[in-house]
Nanobody
């Protein structure tokens, strides 16, 4: 199995910054992509940003220019730097790891427990 653990959430004022971290660990595996999703109360989970093994990145329109995703491949860790935060960024942020165990034939998604980000206006 692959364990996914997020950290770095918290309470911040509008206009402030936070940095989220997510580390994958466990059995030997290959990671294809890592990313961040978020879910606000009463809303569906949505993609925030994703980064592929080759460094290709994709962002939601709502965070483009404010958030930056990066990864440390050697540490199986992905980061989300969030700047100029807005009240509407308030949500639980989940880390997603698209990986394949060396004993498994296919890739699958692994999720963290989520970390709360609250932006006060």
């Amino acid at each position: 199995q692959v364990q996914v653990a997020e950290s770095g959430g918290g309470l911040v004022q509008a206009g402030g910054s936070l940095r989220l971290s997510c580390a994958a660990s466990g059995s030997t595996f290959n990671i294809n992509a890592m990313g961040w999703y978020r879910q606000a109360p009463g809303k569906q989970r949505e993609l925030v940003a994703v980064i592929s093994s080759g460094g290709y990145t994709k962002y939601a329109d709502s965070v483009t220019g404010r958030f930056t995703i990066s990864r440390d491949t050697a540490k199986a860790t992905v980061y989300l730097q969030m700047n100029r935060l807005k009240a509407e960024d308030t949500a639980i942020y989940f880390c997603n790891v698209h990986a394949r165990l060396l004993t498994a034939p296919t890739f699958r998604d692994y999720w963290g427990q989520g970390t709360q980000v609250t932006v006060s206006s």
